[in-house]
């Protein structure tokens, strides 16, 4: 017979002597696991002594889940038991797992413990104590513990404690989650991105999705500093973040660029725009969830290595780049992002559904795409892909950097609402002419392409 139904059998019978002999440390290390493991619920009268010599065992593992076992048992008798186990114990994850344990007898005696926890020097494990004693958070003691967490160096911790107190910036969004201000809906401006993206309301947009300028790369931009640079991209996603409905994403495109070099007495210079703006990305309350590379085929890049293949000399390789960075970013909120997806009705969720293939890895290859218009942007797959993906239908869609319009493009075919901001007249008009090839596609938001002006006087009236 399998070794659960033995267990079970042997609960029902209050059997000690077959718990003590599958659970006596004679055993192996394999054969305890399996028995801590087929243990399953256990009845409140359980013996614990052959769980408390387990307990003590040499082998991590057999700690961890007779510990486990234990703390299932809720019997507050355990408590100074667990507490001399936990004065003397190195392994983190079962430190925790006593913690957890203690925090679980929700019983006023185990605060003491409970707040020594608080120094533990694994934040996992200081998260675990916090928890229990979010049942005792009314008494005073505990409050004053949990208030020297605030500023605690491990964000875990940090995030922990104010989830506990209740001090968690909460956000007070004007509309349901689905929805966005009408007026956004299929809007254009053709103005400077930090100028309008400060007019917006917050917590308005469903999904960003961007490919900012190059710094100095191409013509179109033109930077004192690559610092100044990153500063203004930081000043622009600061943005981005307060109009980002709470928990919703912000997909970033860049690659590291070349400029180049003025004269043969001087060198070129890479920039790596993407782990340079990260940091600060995050700094801002943006959550890092994934970095999908976007590969693009061989002969698509520019060959950078024929002096090396030529002289073979070391130090003189440089490596055709074929791929660029998608950055995937959350908007940082204490709630799952299941409770996201809970706020669209099933009708919406269905039809947003993403059905047959798609790619699951962080390797995306991806064709880039040419313009006979403008010199960088990127191809309507990539944007449908990360829009697919990233958002819902009805949905709003902001590109703040949005070039010939490619987001509104993709964002349109796949029935959600554009935003777009693009500061350059030329391509401001083009996007209009691209975006108007797609606008035969039904919408209860006809595309409008104002300029700033209009754009201000839209503010003036309310953003609704
Ligand atoms: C890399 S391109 C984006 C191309 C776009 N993804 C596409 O597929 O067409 C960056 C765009 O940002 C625009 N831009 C640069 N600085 C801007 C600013 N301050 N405000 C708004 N747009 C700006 C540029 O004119 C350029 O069209």
Redesign the pocket.
Known sequence: MELRALVEQAKQRGDRAFFERILSPEQGVKALLQALESLGRLPADFEPAPLVRLAQHSHEDVRLAAVKALARLENCELLSFFCERLSVETTTLVRRELVSAIGRLRTPDAIPVLAQSLTDPDPKVVVQAIRGLMVFRECAEVQQALHALMTHPSELVRSAVQHALGTEPRSTPKQPHPHSPNALKNLAIG????T?LRCLPDESVHLTF?????YNA?D??LYPSYEAYLD?LTE?FREVHRVTKEGRFFVL?TSPVLVPRMSRQHASRRYAIPFDIHPRITALGFEFIDDIIWAKPAPSAKNRNGGFYQHRKPLGYKANSVVEYVMVYRKATSKLIDWNMRQYPDEIVDASRVLGKYEPTNLWQIAP?A?PV?P???PLEL?AQVIQLYSYKGDLVL?????????GRAAMLLERYFLL????PR?FEY?QQVISEGSLLATDYPPRFVGFEEFERMVSEGLH
Do not use: C, Q
């Open positions: 103005a400077d991105a930090l309008v961007t490919s900012p300028p190059y191409r179109y931009t203004f622009v495109n795409s313009d403008h960088a942007v990127f944007a590109d703040p950097f949005a070039g010939r319009g490619t987001v901001i693009e500061k350059e391509y996007a």
